[in-house]
């Protein structure tokens, strides 16, 4: 239930830019979310009818790899990767995050894809058996990986701020799902490569949420103050707006993995397990992917501090969302630096 609502809330602050984009991307999430809450709903009948419970500690106890079990498995992976915005259940999320007003698009993808994130995760490791998840896991990264690449080779293409940073999110993404096969990775008893590879993808999930939330509210603060987002319109942002570039630009740290940021903590640590675990693969993909996202964002970061054009016309911005968006991108860089306190949490 408080999935959908936060789906359908969702949605309704997409259409809130009032534009005909707007609304259409509205709808086209709409319809979509509406399509993975049906998958979901559908595999907790399945196995709601074969065990007779719904609560997670309980089903925990219960449940057994048998067809039914198996068919639910895959309509609640499939409901929640329509809702996480996964290569390549993805399409929804581009125009809805580049279209909505700035606070929602930072909202969106700081928050409500991560929702959905999260209850796969406790299916994965809190409900369901081993022998059940262990194999798909290796397809999940897979996935991830190949949503690092794609994402992150259509950022490279597009003409607007707003889309580069949400085609940055489908690539962002991709790296959440690497939690899955490291987690499994076989290993010595006791040995801390499960323990790390969870750190990793928290540490990411945290470093993403506060990095994007920054560049979208810093891309709303350069719509405002200079009437358009798109590449043209950055040029003298750095002279004109010091604080929205100042954010944009320590926001992209963490987004590009370079340290002392969040982001470079949670890619550091998962780059760590797949060597460990000899699933070197995985180091590929991760490296290739911090390679494009610098790419990406040196594309509008070197536009902030060329000269403005004469036709450029500048107007007030609200002084909020520029601030909002430094603060939240200081808060990237100090998760990197006070890495050792989260980290020993997670290791309880």
């Not at 509406?34 to 309980?58: E, H, K, T």
């Not at 040995?191 to 891309?219: D, E």
């Not at 964002?297 to 911005?317: K, M, Y």
Request: net charge positive; proline share 6%.
């Amino acid at each position: 239930v408080t999935l959908e609502v936060v789906s359908l809330s969702a949605v309704a602050l997409v259409a809130l830019s009032g534009t005909a984009t707007g609304v259409m991307a509205s709808l086209r999430y709409l319809m979509l979310a509406i399509l993975g809450s049906l998958f979901y709903l559908l595999g907790i009948g399945l196995l709601y009818a074969q065990y007779g419970v719904l609560d997670l500690d309980l089903l925990r106890d219960v449940v057994e790899v048998n067809p039914v079990t198996q068919a639910a498995y895959l309509c609640i992976v499939l409901g929640l990767l329509i809702k996480t915005a996964l290569f390549p259940l993805h399409i929804w999320l581009p125009p809805a995050h580049s279209s909505a007003p700035a606070p929602v698009s930072a909202a969106l993808s700081a928050l409500v894809i991560k929702g959905s994130f999260y209850i796969l995760l406790r299916f994965h490791f809190d409900v369901l058996p081993r022998e059940l998840v262990a194999g798909p896991a290796v397809w999940l990264g897979a996935l991830g990986m190949v949503a690092v690449l794609w994402g992150s080779l259509q950022a490279l293409r597009q003409p607007r701020l707003k889309l580069i940073i949400a085609y940055s999110t489908v690539a962002q993404v991709g790296y959440l799902f690497l939690l899955f096969p490291l987690c499994f990775a076989p290993g010595e008893p006791g040995a801390l490569w499960p323990t790390k590879a969870w750190a990793g993808g928290v540490f990411h999930a945290l470093s993403h949420a506060l990095a994007k939330a920054s560049l979208f509210l810093a891309a709303g603060a350069v719509l405002h103050a200079t009437g358009g987002d798109s590449l043209r319109h950055l040029r003298g942002v750095g002279e004109r707006r010091p604080v929205i570039a100042t954010a944009l630009a320590l926001a992209s740290i963490s987004i590009m993995g370079l340290p002392p940021s969040g982001g470079f903590v949670g890619k550091w640590l998962l780059l760590v397990v797949a060597l460990q675990s000899g699933q070197w693969w995985w180091v590929v993909g991760v490296l290739l992917g911090g390679l494009l996202a610098a790419a990406y964002s040196f594309r509008f970061l070197r536009l902030l501090f060329l000269p403005a054009t004469a036709e450029q016309v500048w107007h007030d911005e609200p002084p909020l969302l520029g601030r909002a968006a430094l603060l939240l991108a200081v808060l990237a860089l100090l998760l990197g630096l006070a890495a050792v306190i989260p980290f020993k949490l997670l290791s309880v």
